[in-house]
C-alpha cells in the first residue's frame, strides 16, 4: 500500500463529536470503493470537522438552546463563512441522526449571536469576554470578535445554511426572535453598504506591511460609484478588495436576500422586512447584469471579479468561494449559461493571472498565499461545477497527490511540489473534499475506479 494511502484519522478516543450516520457512509463508501488511497482520503476528510472543530453544547446554559461553536482547524476561532461550508457535506445525512440534526441548529444558533453582536464581522471567539490579537485594528472592535473585515459572503452563509436546514428538516425552532432581528440587521447592513448617501459607518485599517490586510483612505476603500451593488471591503479570502463591488458575493447576496424573505414569509408577520429583502435582491440584480458583464478580448462576453461602478473592472477569479467558479455550485448561476461557461473559460485559463498548472496539477490560487499556489478548494470546486467526467477525474487526481502523504487537504500547495504546503489542518478544504466524494461515489460511482 503506498504512503499516501494511509490513514491519519484522529484517534476515536480524541474525536470532539460522533455521528452515526456518518459513521456508517465511511463504512459504506471503504467497501465499495476499490482505490484504497480514496477510501483513507475520504475516511480522513469527511469527518474531520466533526473530529476535530466543533465544540457542541446539546443545551448551552446561556442560550437555552443546542449551541455549536466550530473553529476553522488550526485557528481557534468561528468564521461564518467556514463554519457553514464545513458542515454543509453532512446535510444528506441530518435526518437520519439526531445528535448531528441538533449539531447544525448549534451553527446555526451560534451564527445568529454573532451575527447581532457584530454584523461586520467574519470571526469571532467562543467566550464573548476573549479580546482579539487584533484588538488594535483601527475599527469598532469589540470583545468575543476575532476580526473585524466586512465581507458580504459571511452574512450569506449563515442565511444559506438556516435556509438549508429548514428546507431538510421542516424544523423551525432555530428560527426565533433572535434569528428574526439578525435578518433585519443583515437587510440594514446590505443597505448601507450600497453607500447611496455615505461611506456607511464600516471602516477598518490595520498596522501592517500586508496591503492586502488593510484598507485605504481612512480604512473606508477606493471610492465606488452607487449603483445598487453592494461593497464588500474584503473577499472570502480575508484580503481587501480593490473595487468593492465583488461580484461573486453580489450575486450570493441576491439569492440569500429571497431565500431569507421565503423563510419570513412562512414564519413571521413581518411584510415590510419581506418586500424590502426582494426589492433590494432586484436591485442588486439588475446591476450585475448591467456592470458584472464585460467584454474579453479573448472570452467574450464574462463575468467580471470586482468593479467599481465607474468602469473600472479586475479580471481574475480567486479560490476562495463565493468565487466566479462556484457560481453553479451555489445556486447562483447554471453551469450551462453562456455567460458561465465563457467566464469558467477565462478562469481555468492562463488569462486568470490566479490560475496555475505545473507538475502536482492544476488550479485557481490565491493572493492571499502568493504566487504558484494552487488551492484544493479550487480543484474541488472545479470538479463539483464540471459534468466531463474526464475534467472530475484529473480533479480528483490531482486532490489525491496533493496531500503530499498527509491523509488530509491543505490551504494551498506549490503547483510543482504539493509538499510545500499552507495549513496542515483546515477543515474547510477537508469537508470540501469529502463532499465531493460523496457525491461522484452516489452520482458516478465508476469514476473513482478510473482513478
Not at 424544523?171 to 461611506?199: G, M, Y
Not at 488593510?214 to 472570502?236: A, C, N
Not at 467584454?295 to 465607474?310: K, N, R, S, T
Not at 477537508?430 to 473513482?448: A, T
Amino acid at each position: 500500500m503506498a504512503a499516501d494511502s494511509l490513514s491519519q484519522r484522529t484517534p476515536e478516543p480524541q474525536r470532539l463529536f460522533r455521528s452515526s450516520a456518518i459513521e456508517r457512509a465511511i463504512a459504506e463508501f471503504q467497501q465499495n470503493v476499490a482505490n484504497k488511497d480514496l477510501v483513507n482520503l475520504f475516511a480522513n476528510c469527511f469527518p474531520n470537522t466533526l473530529d476535530t472543530t466543533v465544540f457542541f453544547t446539546p443545551r448551552d446554559k446561556e442560550f437555552g438552546k443546542p449551541d455549536t461553536y466550530v473553529i476553522t482547524g488550526d485557528i481557534d476561532a468561528m468564521w461564518l463563512r467556514d463554519s457553514t461550508a464545513q458542515v454543509w457535506g453532512y446535510f444528506p445525512f441530518i435526518n437520519q441522526d439526531e445528535p448531528l440534526k441538533n449539531l447544525i441548529a448549534g451553527v446555526i444558533n451560534r451564527q445568529t449571536f454573532f451575527i447581532n453582536h457584530d454584523p461586520y464581522a467574519n470571526a469571532f471567539y467562543r467566550s464573548p469576554a476573549q479580546k482579539s490579537e487584533w484588538q488594535d485594528d483601527e475599527t469598532e472592535m469589540k470583545p468575543g470578535v476575532h476580526e473585524r473585515k466586512w465581507e458580504i459572503d459571511s452574512l450569506c452563509y449563515t442565511i444559506r445554511l438556516a435556509h438549508r436546514y429548514w428546507q431538510e428538516t421542516l424544523d423551525d425552532t432555530p428560527f426565533d426572535d433572535d434569528w428574526h432581528a439578525a435578518q433585519k440587521l443583515i437587510l440594514q447592513t446590505f443597505r448601507e453598504q450600497q453607500k447611496k448617501t455615505n461611506r456607511g459607518p464600516y471602516h477598518f485599517q490595520r498596522k501592517t506591511e500586508r496591503a492586502s490586510d488593510t484598507l485605504p483612505l481612512d480604512g473606508y476603500g477606493y471610492p465606488i460609484k452607487p449603483v445598487g451593488l453592494i461593497s464588500s471591503s474584503f473577499r472570502p479570502s480575508d484580503d481587501a478588495t480593490l473595487f468593492s463591488f465583488l461580484i461573486p458575493s453580489n450575486f450570493f447576496a441576491v439569492l440569500s436576500l429571497r431565500q431569507s424573505a421565503e423563510m419570513l414569509r412562512s414564519m413571521k408577520d413581518d411584510i415590510s422586512t419581506v418586500d424590502s429583502m426582494l426589492t433590494l435582491a432586484q436591485e442588486i440584480e439588475s446591476a450585475l447584469l448591467r456592470y458584472g458583464v464585460i467584454e474579453h478580448p479573448l472570452h467574450g462576453q464574462i463575468l467580471a471579479y470586482e468593479v467599481d461602478g465607474f468602469g473600472s473592472q479586475l479580471l481574475m477569479d480567486d479560490a476562495n468561494v463565493p468565487s466566479l467558479l462556484s457560481l453553479p455550485y451555489l445556486n447562483l448561476l447554471s453551469r450551462d449559461d453562456p455567460l458561465y461557461q465563457r467566464t469558467r473559460k477565462f478562469i481555468l485559463s492562463e488569462s486568470n493571472p490566479f490560475f496555475y498548472k505545473g507538475l502536482a496539477g492544476e488550479g485557481v490560487g490565491s493572493p492571499h498565499t502568493g504566487e504558484d499556489r494552487i488551492w484544493p478548494i479550487s480543484i474541488a470546486m472545479r470538479a463539483l461545477t464540471s459534468n466531463e467526467e474526464s475534467e472530475i477525474c484529473c480533479c480528483v487526481e490531482w486532490l489525491r497527490k496533493s496531500q503530499a502523504g498527509t491523509g488530509f487537504m491543505h490551504e494551498s500547495f506549490h503547483k510543482d511540489d504539493p509538499s510545500l504546503f499552507t495549513r496542515k489542518w483546515f477543515a474547510w478544504a477537508n469537508s470540501l473534499v469529502g463532499e465531493l466524494l460523496w457525491k461522484i461515489y452516489k452520482e458516478k460511482p465508476l469514476l473513482l475506479s478510473s482513478v
